[in-house]
């Protein structure tokens, strides 16, 4: 079956501009992740979303991050006013209630 | 909260070696101990899980040993191939609503 999708797969920016990047789970599968990852570096958790429960934002820097997941499906993540320092891979992962993640190919932000 | 320290941070074997990475947690409460492998540019793969109700589990070459007590967990890799150069990262999950915490990775690097 499909995988997790992302887009937009790049994305640059120009600082101060405004971000969406979208995440597609997995079908059926109740959690949705997001990631950052800067190059050579490991996994920053972001935000985390369970069925209908209110999201674990615990993850996200600023408040300048935002993400919201519709219908317990798709998943839009923004970022407001990017500074150089958004720059990175955002990944996406998806898993049922208790199991592995599977992520997305990620979206790698520039931001000039 | 969990804190998962992995060790070593790089990793050189000659093809055909063994390769032994560890992980140890924090929060007795985990269950749940996932292995991805990230290529150079690519996405993590999940490759083997195992969960606290067992100690051991196998799947080809790749194999994860858990002990409960000591709290930490181990993956290893027999007859390492070039291909197998990749960063693993390990992770502990309470299951269910909990986030993962994630190790730091090792590169691990097979030389042909």
């Known amino acids: 079956g499909a995988g997790v999708s992302q887009s937009p797969s790049n994305k640059v920016t120009e600082k101060g501009k405004d971000v969406e990047l979208r995440c597609d789970p997995i079908?059926?599968?109740?959690?949705l992740y997001w990631y950052r990852q800067s190059l050579g570096q490991g996994l920053e958790f972001l935000i985390y979303f369970q069925g209908n429960s209110a999201p674990d934002k615990s993850g996200l820097p600023s408040d300048r991050f935002s993400a919201e997941r519709t219908g317990g499906s798709v998943s839009t993540l923004t970022i407001q006013r990017t500074q150089q320092e958004d720059s990175a891979v955002y990944l996406c992962?998806?898993?049922?209630?208790?199991?592995?993640?599977?992520f997305g190919p990620g979206t790698r932000l520039l931001v000039l | 909260g969990e804190n998962v320290e992995q060790h070593p941070s790089t990793l050189s074997v000659q093809e055909g070696d063994s390769a032994v990475i560890k992980c140890t947690y924090s929060?007795?409460?985990?269950?749940?101990f996932p292995w991805y492998k990230q290529e150079l540019g690519k996405r993590p793969q999940l490759i083997i899980d195992i969960r606290s109700n067992v100690g051991e589990k196998k799947d080809q070459r790749i194999a994860v040993t858990l002990n409960k007590t000591a709290k930490h967990f181990s993956l290893h890799i027999t007859e390492t191939q070039p291909e197998d150069s990749a960063v693993y990262f390990c992770a502990a999950s309470k299951g269910g609503s909990y986030i993962p915490t994630f190790g730091r990775g090792t590169s691990l690097i097979v030389h042909p």
């Open positions: 079908s059926g599968h109740t959690a």
């Open positions: 929060d007795s409460a985990s269950n749940y």
């Open positions: 992962a998806s898993s049922f209630y208790s199991g592995g993640e599977y």
